[in-house]
């Protein structure tokens, strides 16, 4: 993303005056989009192709809506704006890539404009102690509850954790490529998460693998 500013879709009229208005002259963020929930936003994304979505958590729809845009277009970034401590778990659960309470969005523009470039490199981030907390008593709970790894996926996550690609792993496993992602999947859905990374950081708190 150097030296191009980040193009986002806002999914929220509601929070463009308060949110969206000071970045609109941000010259790292590019505002390429805003609608509320609604078919127009398939269009909107399709077409307007953003590095990131920031959405406005507000329960279940929201979930949804996150599910199917990670689903879709895995290598977007997906921000929830949540009002509630409560939606930060629910918005990760569905594989959002970032969470911001509303009511600690920063003032600041350069600093909105930071968590949104972090967002396109779909690193995390959960802003605010109180919600830090609340996600830390969701993982730990799913670690807690985490049905264990067969061999198979034991052998895929060791070479997932040494930097090999589905590719490669497939050919030192002598499976097929199709074969090595189902296995990565079900290791997510296993862990709670939702990338490659957060793949390995649960391993390595839970002794799955050696450093």
Not at 42 to 61: E, N, S, Y
Not at 154 to 173: P, S, W
Not at 195 to 204: K, N
Request: aromatic share 6%; hydrophobic share 45%.
């Amino acid at each position: 993303m150097a030296g191009k500013p980040v193009r986002i879709v806002v999914v929220s009229t509601r929070l463009c005056a308060s949110w969206v208005t000071p970045l609109a002259v941000h010259p790292k963020i590019a505002i390429v989009g805003t609608a509320q929930p609604s078919n127009k936003v398939f269009a909107q994304v399709k077409h307007m192709h953003p590095d990131v979505i920031a959405i406005h958590m507000r329960g279940a729809t929201s979930s949804l809506w996150i599910r199917w845009f990670r689903a879709q277009y895995p290598h977007l970034g997906v921000i929830a704006l949540c009002e509630e401590e409560r939606f930060v778990v629910e918005a990760i659960a569905a594989g959002a890539t970032g969470c911001l309470l509303t009511r600690e969005i920063p003032a600041n523009s350069d600093e909105v404009a930071v968590i949104i470039q972090m967002m396109a490199d779909n690193s995390c981030f959960v802003a605010s102690p109180e919600a830090q907390k609340v996600l830390q008593a969701y993982l730990q709970e799913s670690f807690d509850r985490a049905p264990p790894l067969s061999p198979r996926e034991q052998e895929v996550l060791t070479l997932l954790a040494h930097g090999y690609t589905d590719k490669e792993i497939g050919r030192m496993l002598n499976i097929s490529q199709r074969t090595v992602k189902f296995h990565v999947a079900n290791i997510k859905a296993k862990f709670g998460v939702s990338s490659r990374v957060e793949i390995v950081r649960v391993a390595l708190e839970k002794g799955l693998i050696e450093t």
